[in-house]
């Protein structure tokens, strides 16, 4: 064999080395039930929220409303994230909808993903998240609330079942819980 040829079979050898796939090189391959659902976060306006309960049509809609700076929604998520095992997902859709945005000039929804983000991975928050693009003091006047968090129940026909909030709430025992919110979506289901 001349000195070339080995050159260029060496070559091919290390190549073929160093793009063998993690099957080949004994490793299991990743499938795609392995595969984890990815955590996304889309920026919506609140008649884009509407829409979206819409698009459910036959389903109980459960829509969270939260902020990464009220600590009573940050303590409240994971028990909301876990209704999705507690209900099959062909009828009850979980819509998460974050508020940070406060409509501070030069911080716009985008200035607060990163962080949101973070507590939604955090969450293994797989089901719907949308961040609105209306500041929460505006927000919260339009859909007349004194404070996150919140919790809407939209029946399979798309009308609100029950808001759960505590702007009535004179002491902790008057408070709602995510409890509660299971319990209407079960009187939903016929359960």
Same mark, same amino acid.
């Given at each position: 064999?001349?000195?070339?040829?080995?050159?260029?079979?060496?070559?091919?050898?290390?190549?073929?080395?160093?793009?063998?796939?993690?099957?080949?090189?004994?490793?299991?391959?990743?499938?795609?039930?392995?595969? =984890? $659902?990815?955590?996304?976060?889309?920026?919506?306006?609140? !008649?884009? /929220?509407?829409?979206?309960? %819409? *698009?459910?049509?036959?389903?109980?809609?459960?829509?969270?409303?939260?902020?990464?700076?009220?600590?009573?929604?940050?303590?409240?998520?994971?028990?909301?994230?876990?209704?999705?095992?507690?209900?099959?997902?062909?009828?009850?859709?979980?819509?998460?909808?974050?508020?940070?945005?406060?409509?501070?000039?030069? =911080? $716009?929804?985008?200035?607060?993903?990163?962080?949101?983000? !973070?507590? /939604?991975?955090?969450?293994? %928050? *797989?089901?719907?998240?949308?961040?609105?693009?209306?500041?929460?003091?505006?927000?919260?006047?339009?859909?007349?609330?004194?404070?996150?968090?919140?919790?809407?129940?939209?029946?399979?026909?798309?009308?609100?079942?029950?808001?759960?909030?505590?702007?009535?709430?004179?002491?902790?025992?008057?408070?709602?819980?995510?409890?509660?919110?299971?319990?209407?979506?079960?009187?939903?289901?016929?359960?």
């Amino acid at each position: 064999m001349k000195p070339h040829h080995r050159t260029v079979c060496l070559s091919a050898v290390l190549f073929a080395l160093l793009t063998t796939t993690p099957a080949m090189a004994g490793k299991p391959a990743t499938s795609r039930k392995n595969l =984890k $659902p990815a955590v996304k976060l889309e920026v919506r306006s609140w !008649k884009g /929220l509407e829409k979206l309960v %819409a *698009t459910h049509k036959g389903k109980v809609v459960v829509v969270d409303i939260w902020t990464t700076t009220c600590g009573a929604c940050i303590e409240e998520f994971p028990k909301f994230a876990a209704l999705r095992k507690q209900f099959p997902s062909e009828k009850v859709v979980l819509i998460s909808v974050n508020c940070d945005y406060d409509g501070i000039e030069g =911080k $716009p929804p985008s200035f607060y993903r990163a962080d949101v983000m !973070k507590f /939604l991975r955090e969450q293994h %928050a *797989t089901f719907e998240n949308i961040m609105l693009d209306i500041a929460l003091i505006d927000f919260l006047d339009l859909i007349d609330l004194s404070s996150s968090p919140a919790i809407l129940v939209y029946r399979p026909d798309g009308k609100l079942a029950k808001r759960f909030d505590n702007d009535d709430a004179e002491k902790i025992a008057d408070e709602y819980s995510v409890d509660d919110v299971k319990q209407k979506i079960a009187e939903l289901l016929g359960k």
